[in-house]
């Protein structure tokens, strides 16, 4: 539920996620910014739906000159890495390599 909050308070605040220029020897390259995609791609469909809406020109909420657009794209990056973060930690707790002595630890067979 927070996760959706998090989408929807960016959404708000006119923002989007926003496909980085990858082309190495253009002024808009940036590290950071490809990063910062690939955390918010971290959000999983809700992520690869607004980065396409973005590529098609079709999110009419997107507002690059709105002075709150940057804080939306942080929003959008704590929703991915809160979701990646989770996944991990989910994965870990039941299938990971250490699976059998958390449950041997809290009494399970």
């Given at each position: 539920?927070?996760?959706?909050?998090?989408?929807?308070?960016?959404?708000?605040?006119?923002?989007?996620?926003?496909?980085?220029?990858l082309?190495?020897?253009?002024?808009?390259?940036n590290?950071?910014?490809?990063?910062?995609?690939?955390?918010?791609?971290?959000?999983g469909?809700?992520?690869?739906?607004?980065?396409?809406?973005?590529?098609?020109?079709?999110?009419?909420?997107?507002?690059?000159?709105?002075p709150?657009?940057?804080?939306?794209?942080?929003?959008f990056?704590?929703?991915?890495?809160?979701?990646?973060?989770?996944?991990?930690n989910?994965?870990?707790?039941?299938?990971?390599?250490?699976?059998?002595?958390?449950?041997a630890?809290?009494?399970?067979?």
């Open positions: 539920m927070a996760l959706s909050v998090c989408i929807a308070i960016g959404i708000a605040l006119h923002g989007s996620i926003v496909l980085p220029e082309d190495r020897s253009s002024d808009g390259f590290w950071v910014n490809i990063l910062s995609y690939v955390g918010q791609l971290g959000y469909g809700a992520g690869l739906i607004l980065s396409l809406l973005d590529k098609l020109g079709k999110n009419f909420w997107y507002d690059a000159a709105h709150l657009s940057d804080l939306a794209s942080l929003y990056l704590v929703a991915g890495a809160m979701n990646y973060f989770a996944t991990c989910l994965y870990d707790r039941y299938y990971g390599a250490h699976a059998g002595e958390l449950s630890a809290h009494g399970k067979k």
